[in-house]
C-alpha cells in the first residue's frame, strides 16, 4: 500500500519525508493506458511523471496548506506538459501530454527542454480563495542558471528550493511502472519557531549554522541521503531505506500515513466542474460543438472519466448558470 513517512534528526535543525507510492502510482497508469485515445506513457515519460508524483507529496507534506500543490513541467520536446495535483490531505492525481515520438532513454532534456524552453511550475493553489485572490506560483527553467540544463527532476526541484525557497534540500527520486519513490531532506532555520535543536545560541557559530550549505549536520545527513540508490528507493520499504542510510544518526519517525490517511489515488474532476467549463466556453461555441458532433463529450485527462452533454443538458447550463442539468448522467 501506498505510504508516506516524515521523520525528524533528534536535536538537529534537518526534517525528512520519504514516500512510496504502489497501488496509488499503479492506478495513474492504468486508466492512462486504458485509454485507448492516448494509450500508456513511453517509459520515460512513465519515469518522469512518478518521479514528478513522488517529489509533489513530498513537497505537499512538507508545507502547512489547505489546497492544491500543482508540479507542472512544460516546454518544447515530445512531451508537451506533465502535471501532479496534490491536495492537503494527499489526494493525488497525475497526467502527462505527448506531442511526439519518445526515444528510449530520452533524458529530461530530450523530452521537454531541447530549446532550452522547459520550464517547471509549483503552484499552490487554496481551497478557499479570498474574492480575487491569486495562486501562488514559483516558475523555474530546466537548467542551472549557467545554461547546464538539468536532466533529472531532483535536480530541478533542489535548484528550486535552494533558490526560490532558500531551503537547503536534497532529494532522491526514482519510478518505475510499480513504484513512484522519494527521500526529502530539509533543513530547518536554525533560529525562529521552527528550532528544533532549541539551543541556537547568538554569535558566530548560530549564524554559521543558519546560513545555506554551511550546517555541519544537515551536510553530514544529506551527504548519506544522496548515497541512495534508485534501485534501493524502488525496492526496499521505508524502514530499512531509512535503517540503511540512517543507522548512525538518532532519528524520530511519525507514525506512517497509508490508506485514507496517506497518498492515494482520487480525481476531483465531476460533472459540475466540466458543465461550468462549457459555461466558460460561451453559448455560441457550445452549439456549434453541438451541431457538428451532436453532443458535448469531454474527457477527464486524470481519471479518463467521459462526460457527455446532449443539446438538452447544454441548453440548461446556460439557461440555469450554477445548476446541473437535472437527469444528467456521466458515462463511463
Ligand atoms: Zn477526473
Redesign the pocket.
Known sequence: MSELRKFLFDGLPVRGAIVRLTDAWQEVLRRRASNTTAGAYPAPVQSLLGEMTAAAVLMQSGIQFDGALVLQVFGDGPLKLAVVEVQSDLRV?ATASLSGAVENGAALSELINQNGQGRCAITLDPARKQPGQQPYQGVVALSDGEGQGFERMAEVLQHYMRHSEQLDTVLVLAADAQVAAGLLIQRLPVKGEANLAGQASEGEDAAQADTQGQNEDFNRIAHLASTLKREELLTLDIDTVLRRLFWEERVLTFAPLTGEAGPRFA???SRERVAQMIRGLGQAEAESILAERGDIEVG?E????HYRFDAVDAAQIFAAPGSLPPGSQSVQ
Do not use: V
Open positions: 492525481r480525481c476531483t474532476c477527464c486524470f481519471c479518463g472519466q
